[in-house]
């Protein structure tokens, strides 16, 4: 039964409206109920079998500048281009906050994939979330070979793979709706 106060127009506005926003006042902070409400949503993505895979690390203050110089170590390890590294050590400061989110591995290849289907799942309900609070949030992919100075960073357990990390503040600008291919649809009778 639908509920009433859910409006389908009401979730496909939302929908509709969030974008990838970096343009982050990173001098506010968000308050703890509200970033506790953003990691709470994760876990309410559809998660077969109910393993419960994701992890997630709200890192304030000094600890992004430990996130960034942890992988900023890994990538001049890799011998990665000097400038990219050295932004690497201080881009986690662009934003109050960091969520950082990972998924446990499963004990098969396809548990592992529906693991990480459920968080990335999961991720979606954090930044519509974080839209509908009027934040501005931008899901970042971890840098190529750094997942284990992620998980060390953020204290996960040897068996996660780290998903994102979540850039989250209050927005200094907006973000123009980019144009949008037409959604290819196979009608099958």
């Not at 890994?74 to 990665?80: D, G, I």
């Not at 050295?86 to 004990?107: C, F, L, N, Q, W």
């Not at 979606?124 to 070979?145: K, Y």
């Not at 204290?155 to 959604?183: H, K, N, S, W």
């Amino acid at each position: 039964m639908p509920d009433p106060t859910i409006h389908p127009s009401d979730v496909n506005a939302l929908i509709r409206h969030r974008r990838s926003n970096l343009q982050i006042n990173a001098a506010i902070t968000v308050s703890r109920d509200v970033l506790e409400q953003l990691c709470e949503v994760v876990k309410w993505a559809p998660n077969h079998k109910r393993t419960w895979p994701a992890r997630i690390a709200v890192m304030s203050g000094e600890s992004r500048r430990a996130l960034g110089e942890a992988i900023a170590t890994v990538m001049a390890n890799q011998r990665e281009n000097e400038f990219k590294v050295e932004k690497t050590r201080t881009k986690y400061m662009r934003a109050p906050h960091i969520i950082v989110v990972g998924a446990t591995r499963g004990d098969t290849d396809q548990r592992t994939r529906e693991n990480q289907y459920a968080v990335a799942a999961g991720v979606q309900n954090l930044l519509l979330l974080a839209d509908s609070f009027g934040l501005a949030a931008l899901w970042g992919s971890p840098a190529d070979g750094a997942n284990a100075a992620i998980k060390g960073v953020c204290g996960f357990e040897a068996t996660v793979d780290v998903m994102g990390l979540i850039y989250v503040g209050q927005p200094t600008g907006t973000v123009e709706v980019p144009v949008r291919p037409a959604t290819t649809i196979n009608w099958l009778d």
